[in-house]
């Protein structure tokens, strides 16, 4: 079990274990527990959904994107790899880095200082063999996500506006940051409904039973808030 520090052990204290509670409520115990013992910048929000799927059947695992309406405070860097007119429309769109070849010897050498990975379909020769320093780190462009697109341009843009990745883990659990301890508690919740709402339409036609099994919020130092699952249902 990781260490907790003084901090985070009076955030525990504060809290005091309140029970599922609605979104507003979560988000509005949120931002007081943080403001009460404050750390010094501005916490990420993560919001974590947990699903009744079973993850070791591929046609019950969920993965894509999704636009926050509020975005999630942090502008992402985002590099793509294309040649040519493309790689002049991922420049025009905001990329940070662009390339070919030279892109992926940078990543081989060690380079992961980036948050989204774009691809046109002709340079996935390239990017492939890069799966297994991508892969885990969840970075690897993919069709699913709409990474692996000749539409560079407004993908980059989408990405610095707030889109997102998600994708369940091995347990059933999406987890995404969708904002800062800064943020109104109106907009936390329209981006946490947002989320839930994603979820609900990717929904697999194989998961059986309950399919929401539970959701929590929390800061980036800071206890788990549960949501209260009858409240998402109004």
């Not at 901090?7 to 979560?26: C, M, W």
């Not at 969920?62 to 985002?78: D, E």
């Not at 981006?191 to 839930?196: A, D, G, L, S, V």
Request: proline share 7%.
């Amino acid at each position: 079990m990781p260490v907790k520090t003084k901090k985070l052990k009076q955030r525990y204290a504060s809290l005091a274990n309140p029970g599922p509670v609605t979104p507003e409520e979560a988000f509005t115990l949120l931002k007081k527990v943080c403001s009460e013992v404050p750390m010094k910048f501005d916490e990420t929000v993560e919001a974590v959904i947990r699903l009744g799927i079973d993850s070791r059947k591929p046609d019950q695992n969920v993965r894509g994107t999704f636009s926050l309406p509020h975005g999630t405070g942090k502008t992402p860097r985002v590099i793509v790899f294309a040649l040519g007119d493309k790689a002049e429309e991922a420049k025009a769109g905001g990329a940070d880095e662009v390339g070919g070849e030279d892109l992926g010897e940078r990543i081989k050498g060690g380079w992961t200082a980036f948050d989204v990975a774009i691809a046109t379909p002709d340079m996935m020769k390239v990017v492939g063999p890069l799966g297994k320093i991508l892969g885990p780190r969840g970075l690897m462009p993919n069709p699913k996500t709409g990474t692996v697109t000749f539409d560079v341009k407004t993908t980059v843009e989408d990405f610095k506006k707030g889109k997102v990745e998600y994708r369940n883990d091995q347990f059933g659990n999406v987890a995404i940051p969708m904002g800062k301890v800064s943020f109104d508690v109106e907009k936390l919740v329209e981006n946490f409904m947002e989320f839930h709402r994603t979820l609900i339409r990717v929904k697999p036609a194989a998961a059986k039973g309950q399919y929401v099994r539970g959701a929590a919020v929390s800061a980036t130092q800071g206890p788990g808030i549960r949501i209260n699952l009858s409240a998402l249902s109004k």
